[in-house]
């Protein structure tokens, strides 16, 4: 690497002009003007030095291949020939305001600014600006960078990801139509069956099909694919479920009590939950209320301060004995529970006292340890 000429040579050899640099803070070491030269001169982003007038008093080798500008060229020129000539009137006003309130800056934020080079064509551009005071005055010392490289970066990754997220969805949308085929065909098989408990088994089967297609049918309508509102959730899955057994009339009532704040629940969770939820709901709609005994069924969803989240299902029906062991029991649905449950990371309460309360905590946010 050449070694760069001295302050007076620099200066004769390019046009420069002379901008004689003043202290530092009070109390610290000068910076000679060679060599601020030097660092201006190596720095890797454009450096262009301009005075009130905003005439150019110094610029540096990049800036000569960003502009395609030669030095010469560029030394004692107004720094509004760097500018677009669409902008160059109002940043004549904005060069005047900085120098009423001269204080390091980037330029123009929230706008997009450019560059303009010598056979006119523009690039996008971010400008730092820096008060630098001198002996002939303040002056601004300006750092410009082109960011073209950068913003096609950004408009690949954009692409990238809009690709993603189409992709995405038209995955959700064939899983969520391809769901709704296999509910029509159990709806169909269990119309044409003639055992009742076959039929039963059909409809419970069908209902949870159901709750993982709702999961698929939410990502889709809300484009978000990371995560689900569990409350908004619940909210469309009671709805089914209420459509499944509005045979019961108003002799069994659902209630569905909703934190004010969205839960929101990771796509990997969502399911379980909705099959436990399903399972739960279900069971008290089928015999927490043999005959014809009235009842309520109660849903409620709450967030903790320890990043836990709580539901609960209750019913003031018949409950459970109290011997009774889910993994025994005959009903597939009860005997899903505790595995669901496992599948959230969770625990479960059963409470049998004034019907039954099935009560499941766990964490909002899981935690994957690292094996050692």
């Not at 969502?270 to 005994?293: D, M, Q, W």
Request: aromatic share 4%; proline share 5%.
């Amino acid at each position: 690497m050449d070694a760069l000429p001295n302050d007076n040579e620099a200066r004769q050899s390019t046009g420069q002009a002379s901008c004689p640099l003043l202290s530092t803070a009070p109390g610290g070491a000068q910076l000679g003007e060679d060599s601020f030269r030097r660092v201006v001169e190596w720095a890797p982003s454009a450096m262009v030095m301009i005075d009130r007038d905003g005439i150019m008093v110094m610029v540096n080798a990049q800036t000569e291949r960003m502009f395609n500008y030669s030095r010469q060229a560029l030394i004692g020129q107004s720094v509004e020939m760097l500018v677009p000539a669409r902008f160059r009137q109002q940043h004549v006003l904005f060069r005047a305001g900085f120098f009423g309130d001269s204080k390091p800056r980037p330029m123009g934020v929230g706008r997009d600014l450019a560059g303009c080079r010598a056979d006119g064509s523009e690039f996008p551009v971010e400008i730092g600006l820096n008060p630098i005071d001198t002996e002939a005055g303040v002056m601004v010392l300006a750092s410009i960078i082109d960011i073209t490289e950068r913003q096609r970066a950004q408009q690949r990754l954009e692409d990238a990801l809009r690709e993603k997220t189409v992709l995405l969805n038209e995955v959700h949308h064939r899983v969520k139509n391809n769901l709704q085929v296999i509910t029509s065909l159990l709806n169909l098989q269990a119309d044409h069956a003639a055992d009742p408990r076959l039929r039963a088994m059909l409809a419970e089967s069908c209902g949870r099909v159901k709750a993982m297609a709702l999961t698929h049918q939410l990502l889709y309508e809300r484009k978000d694919f990371s995560r689900l509102d569990l409350g908004d959730y619940l909210e469309r899955l009671m709805h089914s479920i209420r459509a499944t057994y509005r045979g019961t009339g108003d002799r069994i009532k659902l209630r569905l009590a909703l934190p004010e704040e969205s839960v929101p629940l990771d796509l990997e969770r969502t399911i379980p939950c909705g099959l436990l939820l399903n399972e739960l709901v279900t069971n008290s709609y089928k015999h927490a209320f043999p005959g014809e005994r009235c009842g309520e069924i109660l849903i409620e969803l709450s967030e903790d301060g320890d990043g836990l989240v709580r539901f609960s299902i209750a019913d003031d029906g018949i409950g459970l004995p109290p011997e009774t062991e889910l993994a025994s029991r005959v009903s597939l649905g009860l005997q899903l529970v505790p595995l669901l449950v496992e599948q959230l990371h969770g625990t479960l309460e059963i409470i049998r006292e004034r019907g039954t309360r099935f009560s499941v905590c766990f964490p909002i946010h899981l935690v994957v340890k690292e094996a050692s």
